[in-house]
């Protein structure tokens, strides 16, 4: 049974910075895509940022390109979120997501075997 787990939610005031982290267990992946989606109060889950194990590729939303940053920390085995310059419409629920295909749309949650059960940011004005 995989599972994953985020942590370093929380509430900052807008300008501030978070790092937000998800670590996989259950089974050892040699490559996969794991992304980090958000979902604000009343409206849809959306892809956030994306990384490739293997190739290391990133990929981003147009609302945080430039301000957030998807990594690998290979000493504690996670996948980071520094996220840097946060605004108020940053505040949400962050999931982090995981699957082994590589093909399909990567912005669309139902490309995602498994899912964290989510973390909470909240950005004050």
């Known amino acids: 049974q995989v599972h994953l787990e985020e942590s370093g939610g929380g509430l900052v005031q807008a300008g501030g910075s978070l790092r937000l982290s998800c670590v996989a267990s259950?089974?050892?992946?040699?490559?996969?895509?794991m992304v980090w989606f958000r979902q604000a109060p009343g409206k849809e889950r959306e892809f956030v940022a994306r990384f490739i194990r293997g190739s290391g590729r990133t990929d981003y939303a147009d609302s945080v390109k430039g301000r957030f940053t998807i990594s690998r920390d290979n000493a504690k085995n996670t996948v980071d979120m520094q996220m840097n310059s946060l605004k108020p419409e940053d505040t949400a629920v962050y999931y982090c997501a995981l699957t082994e295909k590589f093909y399909g749309d990567y912005t669309n949650v139902g490309s995602y075997e498994y899912w964290g059960q989510g973390t909470q940011v909240t950005v004050s004005s």
């Open positions: 259950g089974r050892t992946f040699s490559s996969y895509v």
